[in-house]
């Protein structure tokens, strides 16, 4: 299984359940990255958190401890390149957004997806809530804890 994460959106959703006295900034994204590479070294999942920005006019992508970064680029913004990415019919993944739009078009081309304060909780916890667990994204955390299958990567496009 791969997670396609809206970067910005489940930052700010971290922050807001970690009550930052602050707007979240590069020490905060360097934190998310890494509670996302444990998550996924502990789940086995391969993940790609993309964010708006950054220097050049394409996307650049890194690695760090198994997630792969995506940076757009200032020419095109992370729901549009979002988007691209969930339009691979290929591709066995899940959307974490909270953006009414890409999970809309998750919906439209199949892809399941589960909010980012749904998953800023698991992240927490690092476990699925029990009472999630009888609801539509409770089922769906639960195929992701599930699921075997990791043959995707983000860095197709």
């Not at 502990?42 to 940076?71: K, Y």
Request: no cysteine.
């Amino acid at each position: 299984m791969y997670l396609i994460i809206d970067g910005y959106n489940l930052l700010h959703s971290v922050s807001k359940a970690s009550r930052w006295s602050q707007q979240p900034g590069e020490r905060e994204k360097k934190s998310l990255i890494a509670q996302l590479a444990n998550y996924a070294a502990q789940r086995g999942h391969r993940l790609g958190i993309v964010f708006d920005g950054g220097s050049l006019p394409i996307a650049t992508h890194t690695r760090a401890d198994g997630v792969t970064i995506v940076h757009v680029g200032y020419k095109e913004t992370a729901d549009d390149y979002i988007k691209r990415v969930l339009d691979d019919p290929k591709k066995d993944m899940v959307l974490i957004s909270s953006d009414n739009a890409l999970i809309k078009h998750a919906q439209l081309v199949g892809v399941e997806s589960v909010d980012s304060k749904t998953f800023a909780q698991l992240l927490a916890k690092n476990e699925i809530p029990q009472a999630a667990r009888t609801s539509v994204v409770g089922d769906q955390l639960s195929r992701l804890h599930d699921d075997e299958n990791d043959d995707v990567e983000l860095s197709v496009i």
